[in-house]
Nanobody
């Protein structure tokens, strides 16, 4: 069994930055692709970005490419989402997710952390 816990969500002004963290409790963290999703009010959950088990490969949604960075520290069983140049439309609950393959639906999800970007 795997458990994921996100932290770091806050209220921030447009143009500011935040760094979210997700801690992984379980075995074989480095075997999992780790991904970030977000869900804004009234909208469906959407993919934000992901990284491979080693951290050597990343992928991002076009809406965040160049502004957000996914990274991981396998020694700490932690994945990060660095968010820069934040916009009000980035306001959402951000979720961490884990999967053994890049193309599959994530097997494990965290409870989410709220990010609010004020104008």
């Amino acid at each position: 069994q795997v458990q994921l816990v996100e932290s770091g969500g806050e209220l921030v002004q447009a143009g500011g930055s935040l760094r979210l963290s997700c801690t992984f409790s379980g075995r074989a963290f480095s075997m999992y692709f780790m991904a970030w999703f977000r869900q804004a009010p009234g909208k469906e959950r959407e993919f934000v970005g992901r990284t491979s088990g080693s951290g050597s490969t990343t992928s991002y949604a076009n809406s965040v490419k160049g502004r957000f960075t996914v990274s991981r520290d396998n020694a700490k069983n932690t994945v990060y989402l660095e968010m820069n140049s934040l916009r009000p439309e980035d306001t959402a609950v951000y979720y961490c997710a884990a999967t053994l393959t890049a193309s599959s639906i994530p097997e494990y999800w965290g409870q989410g952390t709220q990010v609010t970007v004020s104008s």
